[in-house]
């Protein structure tokens, strides 16, 4: 059986983009009260200026992280485990009620397209008190695929 050969792909913005947005499997690493990391899978989007978006509530550990330190990580994952992926790097906000209304619509039409009932999506959004973290993308890897290096392919 040949084995598969990892791969590291180097990609400009535009194309790291095309990457992201059928993607929604992302594993987020912020920084906890004593230095190390806090890592979360979330589902994400990717929102029309670029910049990465996840759901969450203002409580969660996440949150808490960013607003004290706004350095985060993001693991990109394909749907497939063994698939491609790219850890991207950048600035989290969290934006709260009211105001993280309006993009989480936008979070949800990333994902999963139009929903039936928007005044109904708005009133949950409302009900559940949910933030949105919004991330800037400053930097990114390689998209990579795992295997084993060419030498022993």
């Known amino acids: 059986m040949p084995r598969t050969i990892a791969t590291n792909t180097e990609v400009g913005r535009a194309e790291l983009l095309e990457f992201l947005r059928p993607r929604h499997h992302a594993i987020l690493m912020t920084t906890r009260r004593d230095g190390r990391p806090q890592a979360s899978p979330n589902t994400c989007g990717v929102d029309a ?80 008190g949910k933030s949105l973290i919004r991330i800037t993308v400053e930097r990114w890897g390689p998209i990579a695929t795992g295997g084993f290096p060419a030498r022993l392919a």
């Not at 330190?69 to 969290?94: H, I, K, Y």
């Open 49 to 128: 200026e670029g910049r990465i978006v996840i759901s969450t509530y203002p409580e969660r550990a996440k949150a808490m992280n960013i607003r004290r330190d706004s350095r985060v990580s993001v693991c990109v994952l394909s749907d497939d485990f063994g698939g491609p992926w790219v850890q991207v790097d950048g600035t989290a906000e969290v934006i709260d009620l009211p105001d993280s209304v309006e993009p989480l619509v936008e979070y949800f039409r990333s994902i999963s397209g139009e929903h039936p009932d928007w005044d109904e999506y708005r009133q949950a959004m409302r009900d559940q």
